[in-house]
């Protein structure tokens, strides 16, 4: 088991890597990676565990902290590569961001998280929560999902999940108590399945308490209108906690 969280480990370091230049990995600091049990404060199924590291981008200035899910079921049933891969490109969206708007002078920080996890037999959703600070400014607070089916093999996008048109759109906006946004801006917009509910984290013009998003939750049960008949009894099967 040991073994497999060593492996496990390695590679999520090589795929991190691959963001950064490689002039830079000379002078990457890299502190060792130790996967772990959750804590009380965050609930996660049997076999899958917490891992956490640390990477300093000393070129960028760049303080990163991740934590990351580890599949300890022997046979990996639970294909968690889309989460690393989104983590990855959070790194590399975050590292160009730097680059445009800040000053390499002063440190700047990213923390990736595993926020709340879901899992049955035919999906996951997991939530990452993202805080991060530009050359030592405000630390804001951003949100990422993943839905990943199990069955098919590939992400869930807002499409693939819902049946939202213009006709039925305002119903829908009345029922998660938003007042307006566009259909396409809400089928952009990120999503995540939770024990008996679902999240919508719509960007907000403005971030509020530093939050980048508002997130608007409703109940399975109230959104099953809106919902594909195929997914509706998989979404339900959900059974596992947040933090």
């Known amino acids: ?16 890597s691959i963001g950064l230049d490689s002039c830079n990995k000379k002078k990457e600091e890299k502190a060792k990676s130790n996967p772990k049990t959750p804590t009380k404060e965050f609930v996660l ?24 899910l580890v599949a300890k079921d022997k046979e990996n049933r639970v ?18 961001r730097v680059n445009n708007q800040g000053d390499k002078t002063k440190e700047s920080f990213l923390e990736i998280k595993p926020y709340y996890f879901q899992l049955n037999k035919d999906l996951y959703s997991c939530l990452l929560r993202i805080r ?30 819902f049946s939202i048109t213009e006709s039925n759109l305002k119903a829908f906006l009345t ?14 917009s990120d999503f995540n399945i939770e024990q008996d509910s679902i999240s919508f ?36 099967k959900s059974v596992e906690v947040k933090k």
């Not at 899958?48 to 990163?64: R, W």
């Not at 600070?133 to 499409?159: M, W």
């Not at 959104?223 to 339900?236: E, G, R, S």
Request: charge should be positive; glycine fraction near 2%.
């Open 1 to 16: 088991m040991k073994n497999q969280g060593l492996i496990f480990t390695v590679i999520f370091i090589v795929l991190l």
């Open 45 to 68: 199924p049997q076999g899958i565990a917490l891992g956490d590291m640390k990477l300093k981008d000393s070129q960028n200035n760049i303080h990163n902290v991740l934590y990351f």
């Open 79 to 96: 294909n968690l590569e889309p989460i690393n891969t989104c983590m990855s490109k959070i790194m590399d969206d975050f590292k160009l």
């Open 132 to 161: 991060f600070a530009i050359s030592c400014k405000d630390t804001l607070t951003e949100y990422k999902a993943i839905n990943y089916s199990l069955q098919n093999n590939k992400n869930l996008s807002f499409d693939d999940v």
């Open 175 to 188: 029922l998660i108590e938003h007042r307006t946004i566009k259909l396409s801006e809400l089928k952009r």
């Open 201 to 236: 984290n719509i960007i907000q013009s403005q971030p509020i308490n530093k939050n980048i998003q508002k997130r608007y939750k409703q109940s399975i049960d109230k959104l099953k209108p809106f919902i594909k008949p195929q997914l509706a009894k998989t979404i339900k």
